[in-house]
């Protein structure tokens, strides 16, 4: 039995078809960058492109990615010196080749695409052209006209696929970082190096209007940076516009477009341990304050007739159970079904809206109690506030909700990876999310910040009036105003200067977090333990001067 099984061995293998694992490890080969070294028939080049795809993994024994990469690179020289094609026209490659004289009266233009092989066109054309393009200026071959008539220019379209390649430290496919489209366009006149030129060679790149927690930066390949070779930026500007960006560079290689998240993962990530710990750090002193407002009733009788330590108090219970819903939220994802998912970005819509409209509701009653000071009686007051404190953004919520609004939200980067995803606003729901999110916290913000400067109109200048002379800086003043602040949302207002960069949402997340901490202070200095002190800018005027006290 032995020996048949033996002689079928040899036979498959005298057949070829035991070279079947020789074939298996082809392509490992292939990828450590070794195989098809000067190596550039069509067979060879297909060969290579497979480890745009196989190379995903960092440092991988399997490939090399710094022998890749210069093969590539040195393709483009072999176009220009050795090669006598004009056109490649492959799935992954598209290049154009052809002698020009330096000798030009006009700029040169190219038109790009993916599908087609890089083409001129006239400057007329140019303009009308909505794919990608490249305008070579004339001052660049006329530099040349000493050393040679003639030059040989290659143009390449390579599309690197989504592994590894052409990455680079600079970029993390971890953070959701990428090449736009993974396309690199290369421009060569072979040995002959072109840099600092002083008219730059313009790439435009289209593409469809970009999400607002992108950031594009055009780029090059830089051999010399780093082990293997690193984007970088030096000698190209960008410039944006609606649904395309214009790089200008000083010198030839190969360019890209870079996307990077304004928020990558890592920065989300950091953002929220930020965020937990002060809404960790808020949850708790807002209990506190629940507590003590609950214990100083019992104790001190008038603090039951009085509406602004009420007022104080349901604030911070709408920011204490938004604190709460947000932890769920963020903690445990999209968990569960999509109705589950519903639920909970409804839940924390409402809460959030709840906690606009008391921050709008304190300083309403700031604005009676400082500003207007007369005729501001109102029969059962705390409760009509309590009506729209709790009601508005309930009836807010039943309408988004009606129109199917809430589900699943993800932060993704262009290629779909995904930074964030919680239960919020469904990703199409952007006109809801902008009118009751947005809308509903600028009205409410606007309106505090407008009482808040009449309040510190009316702080700094009636002492000094009364006086009737100039004073110093009144620093129990300011430390009422910041306290004012605290309770009328001001550190939200904070969101306006987030799109200046990633450290004003650093000082956000910091100071939004807190703002129950801020209420805790304000509410001991208020309140404990000297209960006989009354202070009228802090909305604790006793009954009788406090024209906004219920009379239930």
Not at 487 to 506: D, E, F, K, M, R
Request: proline letters at 4%; glycine letters at 8%; aromatic letters at 12%.
């Amino acid at each position: 039995m032995v020996m048949p099984r033996a002689l079928g061995l040899l036979l498959l293998l005298a057949s070829g078809e035991g070279n079947a694992n020789a074939s298996v490890e082809m392509p490992r080969n292939v990828c450590l960058g070794l195989v098809n070294v000067n190596m550039y028939e069509s067979f060879h080049l297909e060969n290579t492109a497979k480890c745009f795809r196989e190379c995903r993994q960092w440092g991988s024994k399997t490939c090399h990615l710094g022998n890749l990469q210069r093969y590539w690179l040195n393709y483009e020289v072999h176009l220009v010196e050795k090669s006598q094609m004009e056109t490649v026209n492959l799935t992954f490659l598209k290049s154009f080749v052809k002698n020009f004289s330096t000798n030009i009266s006009e700029d040169l233009h190219f038109s790009l695409s993916p599908s087609q092989i890089p083409r001129q066109v006239t400057g007329a054309q140019h303009e009308h052209e909505r794919p990608d393009r490249v305008r070579l200026p004339r001052s660049l071959f006329a530099s040349l006209q000493g050393s040679r008539p003639t030059v040989r220019l290659a143009i390449t379209v390579l599309d690197i696929g989504s592994g590894n390649l052409f990455k680079g430290p600079r970029l993390s496919l971890e953070d959701g970082s990428s090449v736009l489209n993974n396309h690199l366009v290369g421009l060569s006149l072979g040995r002959t190096p072109v840099t600092g030129l002083a008219e730059p060679l313009e790439i435009t790149f289209s593409h469809q209007r970009q999400p607002p927690n992108l950031t594009l930066s055009c780029v090059f390949w830089d051999v010399n940076k780093g082990l293997a070779g690193d984007w970088s930026s030096k000698g190209c500007s960008t410039e944006h516009r609606a649904k395309e960006t214009v790089c200008r560079c000083d010198h030839l290689t190969f360019f890209a477009l870079l996307l990077r998240p304004i928020l990558d993962k890592v920065t989300v990530q950091a953002l929220i341990r930020i965020s937990q710990a002060g809404c960790g750090a808020s949850m708790f002193f807002l209990a506190l304050t629940i507590v003590l407002y609950a214990a100083l009733r019992f104790s001190w009788q008038r603090l039951k007739s009085e509406d602004p330590p009420k007022i104080h108090v349901a604030l911070s219970v709408s920011l204490f159970l938004l604190n709460l819903v947000f932890f769920t939220n963020v903690g445990h994802g999209v968990e569960g079904s999509d109705s589950a998912c519903w639920a909970r970005g409804a839940v924390f819509h409402y809460f959030l809206l709840c906690t606009f409209t008391w921050m709008g509701l304190e300083a309403f009653h700031l604005y009676l109690l400082i500003v207007r000071v007369f005729n501001t009686y109102f029969g059962r007051y705390f409760l009509k506030l309590s009506l729209v404190g709790w009601g508005l953004p309930a009836l807010v919520v039943i309408g988004t909700g009606s129109a199917n609004s809430y589900g699943r939200y993800s932060i993704r980067d262009e290629e779909n990876r995904t930074t964030l995803e919680l239960c919020w606003f469904r990703e199409n729901a952007a006109v809801p999310l902008y009118v009751t999110v947005h809308g509903y916290f600028l009205v409410t913000f606007l309106c505090s910040a407008v009482v808040l400067g009449l309040v510190a109109w009316k702080i700094f200048t009636l002492p000094s009036a009364m006086a009737g002379k100039k004073q110093g800086l009144n620093w129990k003043a300011v430390l009422t105003l910041l306290g004012l602040s605290s309770l009328v949302g001001v550190t939200w207002g904070l969101a306006i200067l987030t799109p200046l960069g990633v450290s004003t949402i650093y000082v956000f997340a910091l100071f939004n977090s807190l703002q129950g901490i801020f209420i805790f202070c304000w509410f001991i200095i208020l309140y404990f333990p000297k209960q006989s002190a009354v202070s009228s800018s802090s909305g604790t005027a006793r009954p009788d001067q406090a024209h906004t006290v219920s009379q239930e």
